[in-house]
Structure formats: C-alpha cells, structure tokens
C-alpha cells in the first residue's frame, strides 16, 4: 500500500467524519484541529481511519503526528509492517 492510498482512507475517513468540509481542504500540511475537528472527531478519525487500513498504532506513536501528514506517516509504517 503507497504513502497516497493511506492518505485517500484517511480523507475518506475525514470526510464522513466531517460531512460538511470541503474536500480540497484536506492535505497533508493542514492539522484535524485547522479543518475543525474536535477532540472526539480526532479520535473518531484515528480509530476509524487505522481500522479502514487494518492497522494499530498506540497513542503513543499517534501523539507525534502534528498533521494529517503525519497521521499518514505513521499508518503507513504499520501497513510496510503488515505486509
């Protein structure tokens, strides 16, 4: 799985999780909190974005991502792992 697939579940999972934004919005650079995500529509988007790629990360290893980018990063670690 490429770095682009993890970040196109992850934007799907943004997106049902944020109905009304504006998908162009969402990039690597911009953080869940720019884009209007509260702290449960964070968590709703780790949860659901590592079970949409089937992988887990611990809040740990999620605590470094400041950006979707770096949300991204880090899943797709544990996808490289998984395969």
Do not use: C
Request: net charge negative; proline share 2%; aromatic share 2%.
């Amino acid at each position: 799985m490429t770095k682009d697939d993890v970040f196109a579940a992850v934007k799907e999972v943004i997106l049902d999780t944020l109905p009304d934004l504006d998908a162009s919005l969402v990039t690597p650079e911009r953080s869940l909190s720019e884009l209007g995500a509260n702290s449960v529509d964070r968590a709703e988007i780790v949860v659901s974005s590592m079970a949409a790629l089937r992988v887990k990360a611990s809040a740990l290893e999620l605590r470094e991502a400041k950006n979707i980018g770096g949300l991204v990063d880090i899943l797709h670690g544990k996808t490289e792992v998984r395969a």
